[in-house]
């Protein structure tokens, strides 16, 4: 297993409500990434912390905001939800900023209704 | 990061080995190639790294031409267990900010 370990596992918010998803990285990385997956797609990146700075965005809107914490846990933060909202959510940590070879989570599954 | 471009689907059967091919025009000098496998409703894990040659793990190889514009994965005698999404993905390693550009991926699909 990664070691990374994403909460919950699947949430059900209705739309215009806000979201917390959780992330634990992996011991030892110092950066988390968040991912976006819809149905049939490839995972999108939303933005990545390093050392509790953001490091890097996406194209994603205002309302999807996050944190990283001194133990490097991190929190994606979406508010008022939209119905395209939905879809698995994913953290990735790795060793260093940048490094391509990442640790990802099993996902949080959000469907917004 | 560089835009790749791998076939949608591919099938084959067990036991066979299973080359999938990603193409990527305009890789930068400093892009390394990577390939991640995705199970359903999981997240993707990371199989394998290499900027140019031959590369081989426990898993799979990989094999970049000296121009670096295309990549194959190869998939050593294939089980079930390895119906799957595999994504290409080029980028600067070791770059502060760098993003993982995922596209759709080719999806295997082995039979018995």
């Known amino acids: 297993e990664t070691g990374v370990t994403q909460s919950p596992t699947h949430l059900i918010k209705t739309r215009g409500q806000q979201v917390t998803l959780r992330c634990s990285s992996q011991?030892?990385?110092?950066?988390v990434s968040w991912y976006q997956q819809a149905l049939g797609q490839g995972p999108q990146f939303i933005f990545q912390y390093y050392r509790e700075e953001e490091n890097g965005r996406g194209n994603f809107p205002p309302r999807f905001s996050g944190l990283q914490f001194p133990n490097y846990s991190s929190e994606l933060n979406v508010n008022a939800l939209e119905l395209d909202d939905s879809a698995l959510y994913l953290c990735?940590?790795?060793?260093?900023?940048?490094?391509?070879?990442?640790?990802f989570g099993q996902g949080t599954r959000l469907t917004v209704v | 990061l560089a835009k790749t471009t791998q076939p949608i689907s591919m099938d084959s059967y067990e036991g066979q080995e299973v080359n999938i091919t990603c193409s990527h025009n305009?890789?930068?000098?400093?892009?390394?190639i990577t390939w991640y496998q995705q199970f359903p409703s999981q997240g993707p894990r990371f199989i394998i790294q290499?900027?140019?040659t031959k590369v081989t793990n426990e898993v799979a190889s990989l094999f970049i031409p000296a121009d670096r514009k295309s990549s194959t994965l190869s998939l050593p005698r294939v089980s079930l267990s390895d119906t799957a999404v595999y994504y290409c993905?080029?980028?600067?390693?070791?770059?502060?900010?760098?993003?993982?550009?995922f596209g759709k991926g080719t999806t295997l699909s082995v039979s018995s």
């Open positions: 011991s030892g990385h110092n950066t």
């Open positions: 993905l080029v980028g600067i390693y070791n770059q502060a900010g760098t993003a993982l550009i």
């Open positions: 290499g900027y140019k």
């Open positions: 990735a940590s790795s060793l260093v900023a940048g490094n391509t070879e990442a640790f």
């Open positions: 305009n890789i930068a000098t400093n892009d390394y």
